[in-house]
């Protein structure tokens, strides 16, 4: 069965500093996914990674997948308060019938 | 861009009570899911279907049942409400012509059992 494990589940971050938030997954998978929430909002895509060794970047946050750890980060740069919010990361195989999620982190940024 | 539609966004039922939730997607999608939402559990998957009058349980189906009669619509069915299914409901769909399999969500239903 496929677990994904995701830490810290609650961040607290002052504005300018940098933190990475880890997803640790259980079985081979080719595909893995963050995702952003906001308080009583739904889930917003953020990154897809495909490939070992994929990484995206957007803005402050940069995403990356080392398929043979099992292990993907999203690496935040400089926060800002903006960037408060639950990432989830998810974990499919072919075709999504067996997606997982994360617990989520709830990432605080202060100024 | 795709939207994914609830019906509802927030419900407040009694024990024992039939709950329809009602989710609608408009860009032809063949998967569409049910998530329910938790505090610390992360999202789980109740059921999905893969195309019209098909269905797949998820991880927690107990208490659940679904309905898929058109493509574009997917409903989720509590037969009996109980408190312990007092939860945020997500609605997702996703193309298979889509390499990345990206889901697309819906802005949730969140259901509260007296």
């Known amino acids: 069965e496929l677990k994904v494990e995701q830490n810290p589940l609650f961040l607290s971050m002052q504005e300018g500093k940098n933190y990475t938030i880890y997803c640790n997954y259980s079985?081979?998978?080719?595909?893995l996914y963050w995702y952003r929430q906001d308080p009583g909002k739904s889930l917003e895509s953020l990154f897809v990674?495909?490939?070992?060794?994929a990484v995206k970047q957007e803005g402050r946050l940069m995403a990356s997948l080392d398929t043979k750890a099992r292990l993907s980060t999203l690496h935040i740069t400089a926060a800002v308060h903006d960037l408060s919010a639950t990432y989830f990361c998810?974990?499919?195989?072919?075709?999504?019938?067996?997606?997982?999620f994360g617990a989520g982190t709830r990432l605080t940024v202060k100024p | 861009d795709v939207k994914v539609t609830q019906s509802s966004r927030y419900l407040v039922k009694r024990t024992g009570e039939k709950v329809f939730l009602e989710c609608v997607q408009d860009?032809?999608?063949?998967?569409m899911f049910w998530y329910r939402q938790d505090p610390g559990l992360g999202l789980r998957l109740i059921y999905f279907s893969y195309d019209v009058k098909m269905k797949e349980k998820g991880d927690i189906p107990e208490g659940y049942s679904v309905s898929r009669e058109k493509k574009e619509r997917f409903s989720l069915i509590l037969e009996s409400a109980s408190t312990n299914q007092t939860s945020m409901y997500l609605c997702?769909?996703?193309?298979?012509?889509?390499?990345?399999?990206?889901?697309?969500f819906g802005e949730g239903s969140r259901l509260t059992v007296l």
């Open positions: 079985t081979t998978s080719d595909r």
């Open positions: 990674l495909l490939s070992n060794g």
């Open positions: 860009m032809d999608h063949e998967n």
């Open positions: 997702a769909s996703s193309s298979l012509a889509r390499e990345d399999g990206e889901l697309f």
């Open positions: 998810a974990v499919g195989m072919y075709n999504n019938n067996d997606m997982r």
